[in-house]
């Protein structure tokens, strides 16, 4: 009695490894281009919560990766400038960071990730409509603004050497007056998720 075994084909095996590789490739990437999205930095009035470029980024990743290599690239980002690599916004590093007003936002990086992917991702594995991405780009703002505006009240309010704020004062400078970036970051990660994503999506979902 003879026995076969089932072969995979070369380029099924190929395929699998190189969609592997551009998986590890796209988590220190996406950590790049969020440090490189932090070096475009206006500062707002009234408390200087710098308007960047990072949310875009993050929001990219949170697209093109899904909720665990999107989170992980953001956890190295975030890390590398815990320890010191000077990747925030405004050239900023150190834990010291965290423990600032801006300390939210950066959290809220790592935990929006899944929230966009639970959005645009269909059961099979098929990217829904235009319409979700608008819905997650919201989604994954929200949440940053809804860690990033807390942490800015408890900061600016337990530093004995900042001035009190109000709670609507805080929405104000750390929500408000970011609405006119936010709406022109989801508009750019929309266009971008049309033309690229579907493709994206065989090879790094």
Not at 144 to 158: K, M, Q, T
Request: charged share 10%; proline share 8%.
């Amino acid at each position: 009695m003879s026995s076969h075994c089932p072969t995979i084909p070369a380029s099924t095996t190929n395929a699998h490894a190189l969609r592997q590789w551009l998986r590890i490739a796209a988590v220190p990437l996406f950590a790049i281009l969020t440090a490189l999205g932090a070096m475009v930095a206006v500062p707002l009035p009234p408390f200087g919560v710098p308007q960047t470029l990072q949310t875009l980024m993050v929001l990219l990743c949170a697209l093109a990766l899904g909720p665990r290599l999107g989170m992980a690239s953001m956890l190295v980002y975030v890390i590398a400038g815990v320890v010191g690599v000077p990747l925030f916004a405004e050239g900023e590093a150190g834990f010291v960071t965290i423990l600032g007003q801006t300390g939210g936002y950066l959290l809220g990086f790592v935990l929006c990730q899944p929230v966009a992917h639970a959005i645009i991702r269909r059961p099979d594995a098929s990217v829904r409509g235009w319409g979700s991405v608008v819905v997650a780009g919201l989604a994954v703002h929200a949440v940053v603004f809804a860690i990033g505006v807390p942490w800015l009240y408890l900061v600016r309010n337990l530093d004995p050497q900042a001035d009190p704020i109000t709670l609507g004062r805080a929405v104000f400078g750390g929500f408000v007056v970011f609405i006119p970036g936010t709406i022109i970051k989801v508009a750019i990660a929309t266009l971008l998720a049309v033309m690229f994503l579907p493709g994206v999506a065989r090879r790094l979902w």
